[in-house]
Nanobody, 124 residues
Framework: QVQLVESGGGLVQAGGSLRLSCAAS????????MGWYRQGPGKQRELVAG???????NYADSVKGRFTISRDNVKNTGYLQMNSLKPEDTAVYYC??????????????????WGQGTQVTVSS
């Protein structure tokens, strides 16, 4: 079974930093794009940052210059370094990855994965 497991959320004061991790496990052949999304109270889920397999990144305007997305292709892990956090960054953060995995029959199949979510709370 393939899955994404997130870690690193928590409570931090405004101006502080957190680093989120997203580890992929299971019968994974390769990971294409990875991304971080967030959903604040009463809001729709939005893309925060994305990174391709070649390391090309993109960011939401609201986090540019403060957040950095990265990945370790050997460890099958993605990261989101969040600096200068603001109360409006408070949300549940979700990791997403497009992977190629081995199914029950031994075939290589594309799978879209989501992590379970990790709470980030920024106090003013």
């Amino acid at each position: 079974q393939v899955q994404l497991v997130e870690s690193g959320g928590g409570l931090v004061q405004a101006g502080g930093s957190l680093r989120l991790s997203c580890a992929a496990s299971g019968s994974i052949i390769s990971i294409d794009a990875m991304g971080w999304y967030r959903q604040g109270p009463g809001k729709q889920r939005e893309l925060v940052a994305g990174i391709t397999s070649d390391g090309i990144t993109n960011y939401a305007d609201s986090v540019k210059g403060r957040f950095t997305i990265s990945r370790d292709n050997v460890k099958n892990t993605g990261y989101l370094q969040m600096n200068s956090l603001k109360p409006e960054d408070t949300a549940v953060y979700y990791c997403n990855a497009d992977v190629v995995a081995v199914d029950y029959y031994g075939d290589h199949v594309p799978v879209g994965l989501w992590g379970q979510g990790t709470q980030v709370t920024v106090s003013s």
